[in-house]
């Protein structure tokens, strides 16, 4: 194996599934595929085909990469858990990468990166604050917006930074969420439990 760390940067938090493999600070490969459904099936087959086109193997990982959000819900439970999953078996960290900071990664500067959502709206993370959900109108008066959504550059930006990260990560992973999720919660009264 070479002496420089294989990283393994993958994201499925928008209609794509998207993994890049860097080795050394270079990106010896990328492959994205959209689709606006099936990532849960297709993510862990395009994660191995990535590793054999290369001859690698999950051993030869030094660390993994993964899309926390904001975006899609489904999508980002998706690549979390397998990015937890994977650390776990493997013995190796996980680093949780925000839509934010990949696309600030590939930002000109004193842009302000905003990342598409429903209904004419967008995510962003003000400089002071918290990430936010705004209608694109009230965004623009906070200044230059960037976004970027080819998911190969931003599968890139992800492994990039995780790369810089992995040494010192501590803490696995975990979904950014800024909005409360579409479906409703069940209005079915749970049974009573009775103590025997």
Known sequence: ??????????????????AALLRGGEIIASRTEEMSRGQAERLMPLLEELLADHGATWRDLSAIGVGVGPGNFTGIRISVSAARGLALGLGIPAVGITGFEARAFTAPAGHLPIIPAPREQVYVQPAKGG????????????????????PGVLVEAIARLA???????????????????????????PPVLLDG
């Open 1 to 18: 194996m070479p002496s420089e760390p294989l990283i393994l940067g993958f994201d499925t938090s928008a209609a794509h599934c998207a």
């Open 131 to 150: 990430p936010a959900l705004l209608p694109l109108a009230d965004a623009e008066s906070l200044g230059n917006l960037y976004t970027q959504n080819d």
């Open 163 to 189: 790369a810089t990260r992995w040494q010192d990560t501590t803490q696995p992973p975990a979904p950014l969420y800024v909005r409360p999720a579409d479906a409703a919660p069940s209005r079915d009264v």
